[in-house]
Nanobody, 125 residues
Framework: QVQLVESGGGLVQTGGSLRLSCAAT????????MGWFRQAPGKEREFAAG???????SYADSVKGRATISRDNAKNTVYLQMDSLKPEDTAVYYCSADRTPLYSASSDPVSYEYWGQGTQVTVSS
């Protein structure tokens, strides 16, 4: 199985940028569909971005145009670059892995078997 560790969160002003990293150990990220989810206080966990084994990339409408997901197989790491951050982007961001052979990464958190511990992103206004 794969273990996931997120990093890169922090406090940033509105309009700023952050790059979140998800370092994997145990198995290669290339064999999983990888997803980034986020959860704000009092809200359900929601899909932000995903990259499938096939390389197909998908984004939630809420981050489209401001987020870039990428995968570095040599470093066994998945990244989420977030630009033009808004206060509503404040949440704990989680990395996840799914072995289901889907063409694109699922936006349903139930589909993912493996999760990291999360990294806090706080955007001040």
């Amino acid at each position: 199985q794969v273990q996931l560790v997120e990093s890169g969160g922090g406090l940033v002003q509105t309009g700023g940028s952050l790059r979140l990293s998800c370092a994997a150990t145990g198995r290669s990220v290339s064999i999983y569909n990888m997803g980034w989810f986020r959860q704000a206080p009092g809200k359900e966990r929601e899909f932000a971005a995903g990259i499938a084994r096939s390389g197909v990339i998908s984004y939630a409408d809420s981050v489209k145009g401001r987020a870039t997901i990428s995968r570095d197989n040599a470093k066994n790491t998945v990244y989420l670059q977030m630009d033009s951050l808004k206060p509503e982007d404040t949440a704990v961001y989680y990395c996840s892995a799914d072995r289901t052979p889907l063409y694109s990464a699922s936006s349903d958190p139930v589909s993912y078997e493996y999760w990291g511990q999360g990294t806090q992103v706080t955007v001040s206004s």
